[in-house]
């Protein structure tokens, strides 16, 4: 069984807690941006039941012309007016440079990505950043922006001011 037919099968299971058909705009009005890190399990570290936030996800949560679409979206069209960020630590982006990563994905497949991998060497001026990226977009609603880390090895979400 590869892991894809694991995950339409664990669909199956998961359909008797299936919650019904939900409102599009989020109940809690908020937006999640965040890393893919597969060991951040979103929902339940930040008390979200289905259909209370949007949820973005790339690598490193780092905010992108794409994460700043989304986000107006989610804030014009679906009634969100909050964003949390949601970095961690020993991200994957830290492990590499924006050249050495462009190098490795060119030696490999013979073409060089167009767009930076946006690697940082500090996470909590990351999130600084990210904070200040989506405070000052002119077209966004926001009326709260806050950032936190998420500590891989302990659980726990440090907020970052």
Known sequence: MTEIDRMLAANEAWLGQFPGDLPVAPARKVAVVACMDSRMPLFGLLGLEVGDAHVIRNAGGVVTEDTLRSVAISQHLLGTRAVVLVHHTDCGLQKSTDQDFADLVERTT???PPWP?????????????????????????????????????????REIS
């Open 117 to 157: 991998a946006r690697t940082f060497t500090d996470v909590d001026a990351d999130v600084r950043e990210s904070m200040r990226t989506i405070r000052e977009t002119p077209y966004l609603l926001s009326t709260e922006v806050r950032g936190t880390v998420y500590d891989v090895a302990s659980g726990r979400l």
């Open 110 to 112: 013979g073409h060089r």
